[in-house]
């Protein structure tokens, strides 16, 4: 896979495209760092400019590996317009002046209803890697969710955040391995290190196929990056990760960061269960410390919200994967209101795919979820500056979500409820309230 040297080369001409005059002795001094040189906080108002901005300095293969979705693209991009299809009905003349965004999750008192989704590989985009966004995360005071798949380790992201956050909330996310015991190890390293709850991802038994990537060959990770979780811990020293080689026993780190240089979703689909089944979440759960949260990601229908709560499920987080894997289902924010039905309380619902704005995250809760995640713009905001600009975006969200709020009304994220949303009348018709339910609702 050929990869730095393109990126310096490609984002040398196309910074030179857009006339920036930057010069070759400039870029490969700091081939790293280059894109840092710009400022996002002139060049970013909102979420979607971090994409924007991304999207001209990024390489094209990187890039489109990050954005794209899977076959026709329909559910990535109904993610988006599926939002945009529901409306927000404001209330006037209520007192706002002590807004707050605060909320609980588990217990655990977070600044805002939003979250980082777990997602592999943050390295690719910045050498902070995960270490840097959960810092970013930790000093906005919201919850940080690390995949297995990072490129920095359940250990290092921890100790790094803790060393300035102590509070940090941090979350990890599991899939389920065909060895089981493999799963619970890493469970076990996230548990010993303090994060507070397990997110166990059953949307991705095999990988969704994007075309941009078969196009552009890039199905491998470039090196020097690796899926560092699967360096095990050396068993008689838990805090030293091995690679150390045992042709009977392969180690994690040997199956997946082999040498044979298979495709990433080949190796992930080897080392995946594909019979993963309910019995998967008790048995996880029931692994756990008591007080443990474990929520399920990639919920899309009222059933399986229904046989995950009945599996033990303390949450469930509404996921699409942002459009990754299948395509041609609902976006998240229209599959919500089924399941919100059904879980009637009885769990935290979390959301994420497409949440871009302060009035999605006021729409998403209205129609039941309790929290959102964001996923692919942690990935835009680190490629364009790091730590630094992931916080940005962060208070750019922030300052939409409060200033939403304060136009509708809300002065506690427990003031919105289902009749902040609506559809248009024209793509819904609903009855005309007539004056005795009107008052029931005043
Ligand atoms: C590059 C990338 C890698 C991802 N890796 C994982 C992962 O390792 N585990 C997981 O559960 N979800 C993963 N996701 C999905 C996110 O957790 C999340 O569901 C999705 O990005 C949310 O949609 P959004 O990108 O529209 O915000 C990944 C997403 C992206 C863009």
Redesign the pocket.
Known sequence: MKYLPEMTTKTLQSRRSHGEGISTTEVHSSPKNYIQMLDFRDNCYNVNDFQILAKRYLPKELYE??ASGTDDAQTLNE?RAAFQRWFLRPRVLRPVGNLSTRTTLFSHTVTMPVFV?????HALCHEGGECATARACAKAGILF?L???STRSIEDVRRSTIATHPNAIQFY?AYILKDRSQTLRLVRRAIHEGYQGI?L?VD?VRFGYREPDARNGFNALPPPHRLVNYDEPDADNDDTPTTTTNNNNPTLDQTYNSQEKKAWDQNSEQMFEQNVTWNDVTWLKSALPTNMPLVI??IMTAEDAVLAMEAGADGIMV?N????QLDGCLATIDALPEIAYAVRGHVPIWL????RRGTDVLKALALGASAV?????L?FALSVGGEESVSFMLELLRTEIEAAMAICGMERITDITPNLVTRHPSLFSQPTPTLSNLRSCL
């Open positions: 590996y990050l993610n989704s777990p997602a592999g590989v969710g995949s297995q798949h996310q997110i991802t991705s990601k990639g996921s994967h942002g459009g990754r994420d795919s497409g949440v995640g964001i996923g692919k713009p990935f």
